[in-house]
């Protein structure tokens, strides 16, 4: 089954503790993209990468690393966790944006900093 | 910079009642895309729309593209419980492709039995 997998699900943390949200997608796409979800606000990317080792800024990454070491995984690394950091997250990955295609969404990672 | 906003934030209806939302950006867009979360769920796409103008259905769903390409809106018509979730447009930041999405704030359809 196609699909994009996040782990984990839900996540309490303090603040500080380094912490990596895993992203992995089944569907061999070259895109991939993290936002997260705060209410009124709608979706806002944090990062996004059009292939391995590239990766670019989106409209909020600060607090926020990714790395892109293999086409299927795009893990999004908290180096330093604060509050305001919490948050519902999703990766998202597809085909080739340049081209319109749609994206697909993981199941969302509830993050809770304390 | 770009903004996209969609109207209204939220809807409540009686089943059986049409519904519709409103996208509008600030900027002119090459495309715009519409997805449906479902409460507690993640977005899924339901559309892209490309051309000027440009209108399509899914079943009950009505979705059009703005002649000036800078709105789109999204219409039910007969709304069922199965409706229920937040409306997301979503479209391409000034001079780039859809590797960059703004996405509208959302309108959450709650659908009353």
């Known amino acids: 089954e196609a699909q994009v997998t996040q782990n984990p699900r839900y996540l309490i943390t303090v603040t500080g503790k380094k912490l990596t949200v895993t992203c992995s997608q089944n569907?061999?796409?070259?895109?991939m993209s993290w936002y997260r979800q705060d209410p009124g606000l709608g979706l806002r990317q944090i990062y996004y990468?059009?292939?391995?080792?590239?990766?670019d800024k989106g409209d909020v990454p600060e607090g926020y690393k990714v790395s892109r070491k293999e086409k299927r995984n795009f893990p999004l690394i908290l180096e330093s966790p604060s509050p305001n950091q919490t948050s519902l997250y999703f990766c998202?990955?597809?085909?080739?944006?340049?081209?319109?295609?749609?994206?697909?969404f993981g199941q969302g990672t509830r993050l809770t900093v304390v | 910079g770009q903004q996209v906003m969609q109207i209204p934030q939220y809807q409540h209806v009686q089943e059986g009642e049409d519904f519709t939302t409103y996208c509008n950006s600030s900027t002119t867009l090459s495309n715009i895309q519409w997805y449906k979360q479902r409460p507690g769920g993640h977005p899924v796409f339901l559309i892209q729309?490309?051309?000027?103008?440009e209108v399509k259905k899914q079943k009950r769903l009505t979705f059009q593209f703005g002649e000036a390409k800078k709105n789109s809106s999204l219409h039910i018509t007969a709304t069922q419980t199965t409706d229920v979730g937040t409306y997301f447009c979503a479209g391409p930041k000034s001079n780039f492709g859809n590797e960059k999405l703004t996405f509208g704030t959302g309108t959450r359809l709650t659908i009353i039995p």
């Open positions: 729309l490309v051309k000027s103008g």
């Open positions: 990468s059009m292939n391995v080792e590239v990766t």
């Open positions: 998202a990955s597809s085909t080739n944006p340049e081209r319109y295609t749609e994206a697909f």
């Open positions: 569907m061999n796409h070259e895109y």
